[in-house]
C-alpha cells in the first residue's frame, strides 16, 4: 500500500511521541508499504525552524538522511496535484496540509495524519 506521511506525523515518529497510534507505527514499520514524504512537508518544516515555531535535533540535511535510511521517499508536487488543490473545499486554511492532501488524492495515497482538518477531506 502507498502513504503519504504528514509532517507531524513523522516527526512524532522520529521522536517517539507517544501521540502516535500502534496502528500507525505498524503502517511505518511495515516493509510491504510504499511510504512517502512531501517535499511540502520539507518546505514546512525548514519555514518553521526558520521563525522558531520548530526545532528539530539534528539538522534538515539529518532529516534527509533519515528519510533515506529508513527508505521513505520524497514526493514532489507537479501541475496534477496544483489542480487538484484547487478542486478542494476549503475545510483547512493552512496551505502545506491542503496541498498534501491534493498529493494524496492526485497519486491515490492514504494520508497518514492524526489532524482532524486533513480527515475531513479523507472521509
Same mark, same amino acid.
Given at each position: 500500500? !502507498? ?6 506525523? @513523522? ?8 501521540? $502516535? ?8 514499520? *511495515?516493509? &510491504?508499504?510504499?511510504?512517502?514524504? &512531501?517535499?511540502? &512537508? @520539507?518546505?514546512?518544516?525548514? $519555514?518553521? $525552524?526558520? $521563525? =522558531? +515555531? @520548530?526545532?528539530?535535533? =539534528?539538522?534538515?540535511?539529518? @532529516? +534527509? ?5 529508513? =527508505? ?8 496534477? *496535484?496544483?489542480?487538484?488543490? /484547487? ?5 483547512? /486554511? *493552512? ?7 491534493? /498529493? ?9 495524519? !492524526? *489532524?482532524?482538518?486533513? +480527515?475531513?477531506?479523507?472521509?
Amino acid at each position: 500500500m !502507498n502513504y503519504l506521511i504528514d509532517t507531524h506525523i @513523522l516527526l512524532w515518529y522520529i521522536v517517539g511521541d507517544n501521540r $502516535i497510534k500502534t496502528e500507525t507505527k505498524n503502517i511505518l514499520e *511495515d516493509s &510491504s508499504n510504499a511510504l512517502f514524504f &512531501s517535499n511540502v &512537508s @520539507l518546505w514546512e518544516i525548514a $519555514i518553521k $525552524i526558520n $521563525i =522558531g +515555531k @520548530l526545532k528539530l535535533k =539534528g539538522t534538515l540535511f539529518d @532529516l +534527509k538522511l533519515f528519510l533515506e535510511d529508513t =527508505g521513505i521517499a520524497i514526493l514532489e508536487f507537479d501541475f496534477f *496535484d496544483l489542480q487538484t488543490l /484547487q478542486q478542494l473545499p476549503f475545510y483547512h /486554511q *493552512d496551505p502545506f496540509d491542503r496541498l498534501i492532501v491534493a /498529493q494524496g488524492k492526485t497519486k491515490e495515497m492514504d494520508v497518514i495524519t !492524526n *489532524d482532524p482538518q486533513i +480527515k475531513k477531506y479523507l472521509e
